[in-house]
C-alpha cells in the first residue's frame, strides 16, 4: 500500500511563472506583519519566502496600471 498525501488546508494557490532569462538581485523593506505573512505562507506551501515575496511582486505589478 502507498502513502496516502496528506491533503493541506491552503486556501490559496501558488501558480508557476515562466522564468525570467535576466533577474536582478533587489532589497526590500517589509514589517514585521508582512514578514509573519509571508513565513506562514512559506510554510503552509513549502516555498521559499524569496518566492512568496515574489509572487506577491508579480501579483502586484499585473493590477498596476500607469497613467500620465
Do not use: H, P, W
Amino acid at each position: 500500500m502507498g502513502k496516502k498525501e496528506k491533503k493541506s488546508d491552503c486556501r490559496f494557490i501558488l501558480k508557476k511563472k515562466k522564468k525570467i532569462s535576466e533577474m536582478k538581485q533587489v532589497s526590500i523593506y517589509v514589517t514585521q506583519d508582512q514578514d509573519d505573512k509571508a513565513n506562514e505562507l512559506s510554510e503552509r506551501s513549502g516555498q521559499s519566502k524569496s518566492y512568496i515575496y515574489r509572487e506577491a511582486f508579480y501579483e502586484y505589478y499585473d493590477r498596476v496600471e500607469v497613467r500620465d
